[in-house]
Nanobody, 123 residues
Framework: VQLQASGGGLVQAGGSLRLSCAAS????????MGWFRQAPGKEREFVAA????????DYADSVKGRFTISRDNAKKTVYLQMNSLKPEDTAVYYC?????????????????WGQGTLVTVSS
């Protein structure tokens, strides 16, 4: 499966952005989908994940209550709604797909990765 992330940009602290990740070349509904991010000089980290049906999601503690992951299997797209953004949310955000049943926070569980979209939050 190929993944194409979009929706990044520059936003002021307290603002919102919605990221999208469109999939092609595979059966989207078979995949658990995740969002990860990598800030300059830091390791890539888990942000959120959603199971195949969209009925179960998991979030990093740092984004709970501010970010919401969702998916539209008919459109083969996963979304990340980001509200109350903080400067520390600045990073390149990557979507990823996992061939499995359960959500996971572990990078190595995801075999397919998009190219990343940059989110910059100014103070």
């Amino acid at each position: 499966v190929q993944l194409q992330a979009s929706g990044g940009g520059l936003v002021q602290a307290g603002g919102s952005l919605r990221l999208s990740c469109a999939a092609s070349g595979g059966t989207f509904s078979w995949f658990v989908m995740g969002w990860f991010r990598q800030a300059p000089g830091k390791e890539r980290e888990f942000v959120a994940a959603i199971n195949r049906s969209g009925g179960d999601a998991d979030y990093a503690d740092s984004v709970k209550g501010r970010f919401t992951i969702s998916r539209d299997n008919a459109k083969k797209t996963v979304y990340l709604q980001m509200n109350s953004l903080k400067p520390e949310d600045t990073a390149v955000y990557y979507c990823a797909a996992r061939d499995g049943f359960y959500v996971s926070q572990t990078l190595r569980d995801y075999a397919y990765w998009g190219q990343g979209t940059l989110v910059t939050v100014s103070s």
